[in-house]
């Protein structure tokens, strides 16, 4: 080891940003997969019939897998900068994460295929797998980080050795409350801004009804996680998702759904940076002994492994939030009936034994009387 | 049963079922790619319209393949915690950097590119929208780069050095981790192997659709089997290349391997190729053998003359160097493995080469036989794919990283057999749900055929009338 002071200071330093930097690729996860989730979980109301479903989904459709990949790069960053953390969380959750997971696969599938079933029993079996696939992650992640603001029994390995049942708490299940109904209220939010329509009108009023709940069990929840731990940031972050919560709800009664979801996004932002804040310098505390936490210094990795990865992100990180970006921007326009039932700018070519092969769109489907030909939902 | 064992299943059971299909996407991806280059470069013309059909409905199928793909590989991410938490902890330092960079640098590209390119068709201009699907198909094969040198790291250590206060390796070179001739060739041979696969997907395809309307074909599938020939061919000719070359680095970095692959139970100059083998584990040697003279040495060192050593010296020099211990892998896995890997990439390249020459000679539509096998192709690659996967890593054992840990001491203990045959047994039956709903809507996908009408706004799988419509009318399939 060279000991130069500088180098000394670095070294220091570099595990408390990398659990800074895996706070904000949370943050990332919960703000844009937040509304993913909440869209899924609210699919059969606001989403209505076929049309309404369409318009929903839509709304998610070009950007949900480029926002799950923010959950892929914060396991990948834990695994690159703290290893021990990395093995030991996802070795103590295994089953809510092995729930998560199978969520996530049914969830990407619906979505995905949705559009290509030719049926509307496949497609009502989309719907309920959007529908559970998102409920469990939604639900579950609130779950995990309670369980690990309260700690969990560990051995002197830094290994988390309790069961299942050590991660079904009161508090935990709060928890998974709070992130299921504020992803919900995310979910509608963000269709307010993004649709048009009766989808519109829909996740309005959804969001008014999820309102008082979800203030409800976050601030339980808010205090109950403060009585077991945090200082003063954490109480800070908290007061600052209580205000913009309810900021946020505040504005939407108005209609002012843009400035309505920038105050959600803050309380998405706000959530992990609320655990993260909780959490430090644990990253899983030992609630049977303190001294056998797994903290930031006893889990990161060495010195030149974090270097190497600190040049990576601070390279890659600006490149990936521009073009994610602009993909949002290419997407601004609201989603109408129109976007997803278009109608056809050229006829097709009249060929007799092509009529044979329309019979794919079902004759109950909204919007079915129009051209035969643009059957479904385009360009999916 | 051993706590690993299920591990073990697991992980095997979700990662070949992963690598059945990554290989297809990315290598439909880049296809995909390059027939809307086509398109775009010849847009205006017929040709260029033809080259658009064909590019929004391979474009369909790669999507059908995507989606298996992108959710499968979310459990990839987390199953090394999960069941392998110490091989996590131990690994750690170096293994996790080369996953991280995948997710930063090639998943968000992947993703945020493949949704631009999805719905973005009428939002951004031709030369964009023609990025973007480059983009995406980059992304995802520079996940295979980096997701290789994690694992090229598991078959040959470099870049590192014990911490004297751990015990644990830590990184000193990323560039040797990112570079080393193990990644380089490794890579090569993947790529190109999923380039086989895409070709021999386009080519069954299209085949199919030739034998169904025979001389009334839809030009456009007469194409794509023009493009999947040549594909197929180069791709086979690549990987053949690419693999030979990759043995030799196995053959100095790895030689249990190489001797496990050819079942050379004892050290040998002028060893012969085996074409069949039956050993007698037990005793150390192979109870029927026949061989090619000199193959395996000509294989291993470019020379007939080269020494080949033998899995029993191999032992006896790991006992030495690690303790006592057993370190021959499953011989008859392994061996059998690198046989059918080279038997069906060998196979796909020489249907390959059949149709090509039939087609030189104007008798592709009156070969039926040879048509209706080659209706077939793709299933090979696919076979020589995971018998790959299943040949570098089950050789590699009893290491999980060559010469640092086993993979017994690397599963988690904290995790009990009931939670893992839980995972185990529902991931099963999950992936296998999947794998039929994919296999029939692709296959649909597939009989519909490109959709004749050009220019058309509805591109939902909906439409397409099985190639009846357009046709060339004179249809002469010699070039």
């Known amino acids: 080891m060279r000991v130069i002071p500088a180098i000394e200071s670095v070294t220091a330093v570099l595990p408390g940003f990398w659990f800074g930097v895996i706070a904000v690729l949370w943050a990332g996860f919960f703000l844009l997969e937040g509304f993913d989730f909440g869209v899924g979980v609210l699919l059969p109301w606001v989403g209505g019939d076929e049309t309404g479903r369409k318009v929903a989904l839509r709304a998610i459709g070009p950007v949900w897998d480029g926002n799950e990949v923010w959950l892929l790069v914060a396991g990948g960053a834990t695994f690159a900068a703290f290893p021990a953390w990395y093995a030991s969380m996802f070795a103590g959750l295994y089953i809510p994460l092995a729930l998560i ?30 529908f559970v696939g998102s409920l469990l992650p939604a639900l579950l992640f609130g779950v995990a980080f309670a369980d690990l603001i309260r700690g969990l029994h560990m051995n002197a390995d830094h290994q988390v050795t309790g069961g299942f049942f050590d991660l079904v708490t009161p508090f935990g299940l709060l928890g998974g409350l709070v992130s299921l109904g504020f992803f919900s209220y995310h979910g509608a939010v963000f269709l307010t801004l993004r649709t048009e329509g009766p989808v519109r009108d829909r996740a309005h009023r959804a969001a008014r009804l999820l309102a008082l709940p979800v203030v409800v069990a976050a601030a339980g929840f808010l205090a109950w996680s403060l009585a077991w731990r945090g200082g003063a940031v954490s109480v800070a972050v908290s007061a600052l998702m209580a205000v913009a919560l309810i ?39 030992a609630r049977n002994h303190a001294a056998w936490s797994l903290t930031v210094h006893n889990a990161s990795s060495s010195h030149y492994t974090l270097v190497v990865m600190t040049v990576v992100a601070l390279i890659f990180t600006p490149i990936v939030l521009v073009y994610q970006a ?16 278009p109608v056809a700018r050229l006829p097709r070519p009249a060929v007799s034994a092509s009529d044979a092969y329309q019979v794919t769109s079902p004759p109950d489907l909204p919007g079915a009387g129009k051209d035969a030909s643009v059957a479904g939902e385009r360009g999916d | 049963m051993s706590p690993d064992t299920l591990a073990r299943w697991q992980f095997a059971s979700t990662t070949i079922y992963h690598f059945i299909i990554v290989p297809v996407s990315i290598g439909l991806a880049l296809l995909v790619a390059t027939m809307q280059t086509l398109a775009y470069r010849k847009r205006g013309s017929e040709g260029g319209a033809v080259w658009d059909r064909v590019a929004r409905f391979w474009g369909k199928l790669m999507l059908i393949s995507f989606a298996i793909g992108v959710v499968t590989g979310i459990v990839q991410e987390f199953q090394f915690g999960m069941n392998w938490s110490a091989y996590s902890r131990f690994v750690g330092d170096i293994f996790g950097a080369p996953l991280a960079m995948e997710g930063l640098i090639a998943f968000f590209l992947e993703s945020t590119f493949l949704g631009l390119w999805i719905f973005g068709r009428d939002l951004l201009s031709a030369r964009v929208h023609l990025a973007t699907i480059w983009l995406a198909a980059f992304g995802s094969a520079i996940s295979a780069y980096f997701i290789l040198a994690a694992n090229s790291w598991m078959q040959h250590p470099v870049g590192y050095r014990i911490d004297p206060a751990t015990g644990l390796p830590q990184m000193t070179s990323i560039w040797k981790v990112l570079t080393q001739t193990t990644q380089l060739v490794t890579f090569s041979h993947t790529l190109l192997a999923a380039m086989l696969t895409g070709g021999a997907m386009l080519l069954s395809v299209s085949v199919w659709h030739l034998r169904k309307d025979g001389a009334e074909v839809d030009v456009a599938h007469r194409q794509v089997a023009k493009m999947a020939l040549g594909v197929v061919v180069l791709a086979a000719l690549g990987v053949t290349f690419a693999g030979h070359i990759q043995g030799q680095v196995m053959t100095k970095q790895q030689p249990m391997k190489m001797a496990a692959a050819e079942a050379l139970w004892n050290t040998k100059s002028h060893a012969g190729f085996s074409l069949f083998a039956y050993a007698d584990v037990s005793k150390g040697h192979n109870k029927i053998d026949l061989s090619i003279p000199d193959g395996l040495s000509i294989l291993a060192t470019d020379h007939p003359g080269g020494t080949v050593q033998g899995i029993n010296q191999i032992q006896a020099a790991e006992q030495a160097a690690y303790g006592p211990g057993d370190y021959v892998p499953t011989v008859g896995l392994a061996y059998w493995c690198f046989r059918l890997m080279i038997g069906f990439g060998v196979l796909a390249g020489l249907i390959g080469a059949a149709l090509i020459v039939q087609w030189h000679r104007g008798r592709l539509l009156t070969s039926d036989r040879l048509m209706r096998v080659s209706v077939w192709t793709v299933v090979l690659p696919l076979l020589a794919n995971t018998a790959g996967w299943l040949f570098t890593e089950t050789a590699r054992q009893p290491w999980l990283v060559y010469g640092l840990l086993k993979t017994s001491d690397g599963v988690s203990s904290n995790v009990s057999n009931t939670m893992v045959a839980f995972s185990l047994f529902g991931f099963v039956a999950l992936y296998g749900i999947l794998g039929v709903i994919a296999a029939r809507l692709f296959i649909r996908t597939a009989r519909q055929g490109i959709d004749p009408s050009v220019d058309i706004d509805a591109d939902d799988g909906s439409s397409g009338d099985g190639g009846l419509g357009v046709s060339d009318g004179v249809l002469s399939l010699a070039p």
Do not use: H, Q
């Not at chain 1, 009664?253 to 105050?263: Q, V």
């Not at chain 1, 803050?266 to 990253?283: E, K, M, Q, T």
């Not at chain 1, 609201?334 to 976007?339: D, H, N």
């Open chain 1, 326 to 341: 602009w993909g949002y921007w290419v997407f601004r326009a609201r989603v109408s009936e129109g976007t997803v039932n």
């Open chain 1, 101 to 130: 997971l199978a969520g996530l696969i049914v969830r990407g599938i619906s979505i995905e295929y949705r559009s290509k079933v030719a049926t509307a029993t496949g497609r009502a079996w989309c719907d309920r797998g959007m």
């Open chain 1, 247 to 285: 900021i946020s709800i505040l504005l939407d009664r108005r209609g002012r759904e843009g400035l309505s979801f920038a105050s959600s996004a803050v309380v998405a932002v706000a959530f992990p940076v609320f655990v993260f804040a909780s959490l430090w310098p644990d990253v899983i505390p």
